[in-house]
């Protein structure tokens, strides 16, 4: 069973910096993709970064490119998401996710219980 542990979320000013992290407890050796989705209040969940746990490949939303930095750390399980510049249109829950091979939309993926963060004006 795959756990993620995600901690990092905060109430910043816009234009402040955060760092979220999440460790990966039983990850499979067969691990492809990680990363973050968010849910914004009133909001659908939606992808904002993910990395290839082997190639490093990465993959950003239009939102969260040249200000967001996906990695990952293969001998500590974990990923981050380096938040720079933050906007009050940030303000969301932010999701640690694991690909799940065999489901379907979020189901394809294994989530963690979130963290929030906040961006004031």
């Known amino acids: 069973q795959v756990l993620l542990t995600e901690s990092g979320g905060g109430s910043v000013q816009a234009g402040d910096s955060l760092r979220l992290s999440c460790i990966i407890s039983?990850?499979?050796?067969?691990?492809?993709?990680v990363g973050w989705f968010r849910r914004a209040p009133g909001k659908e969940r939606e992808h904002v970064a993910t990395i290839s746990w082997t190639g490093g490949r990465l993959y950003y939303s239009d939102s969260a490119k040249g200000r967001f930095a996906v990695s990952r750390d293969k001998f500590a399980n974990s990923v981050y998401l380096q938040m720079d510049d933050l906007k009050p249109e940030d303000t969301a829950i932010y999701y640690c996710v694991h690909d799940r091979p065999g489901g379907d939309g979020e189901d394809s993926y294994y989530w963690g219980q979130g963290t929030t963060v906040t961006v004031s004006s």
């Open positions: 039983g990850r499979p050796a067969t691990t492809h993709i």
